[in-house]
Nanobody
């Protein structure tokens, strides 16, 4: 059974950094895409970033481009989201999600419905 576990959230001041981790287990992930989404209170879940594990393609939402970096650990299937220059509007619960055969070139605002496997979420709070 495929499982994803997100961790690394916390409280940070504006301008600070956090690194989120998504540990994947229970499957062979070479043909998977792993993505990060976030959901702030009262708002819809938002697509943040995506990495295709078969070709390394990475995609970012405009709101995080240049500040966030998605990457994969070389030794295991752990996906990181390095978040720099954090802003109060980045405050949300962050989720990682995985989907077999998904192409990150399609990643965008409607991506939520394409992902089958979801982690439990980790809270990121950025104070001003």
């Amino acid at each position: 059974e495929v499982q994803l576990q997100a961790s690394g959230g916390g409280l940070v001041k504006a301008g600070g950094s956090l690194r989120l981790s998504c540990a994947a287990s229970g499957g062979t992930f070479r043909q998977y895409a792993i993505a990060w989404f976030r959901q702030a209170p009262g708002k819809e879940r938002e697509a943040v970033s995506c990495i295709s594990l078969h070709d390394g393609l990475t995609v970012y939402a405009d709101s995080v481009k240049g500040r966030f970096t998605i990457s994969k650990a070389s030794a295991n299937v752990t996906i990181y989201l390095q978040m720099n220059n954090l802003k109060p509007e980045d405050t949300a619960v962050y989720y990682c999600a995985g989907e077999l055969g998904y192409y990150c070139s399609s990643f965008g605002p409607k991506a939520t419905g394409w992902f089958t496997y979801w982690g439990q979420g980790t809270q990121v709070t950025v104070s001003s």
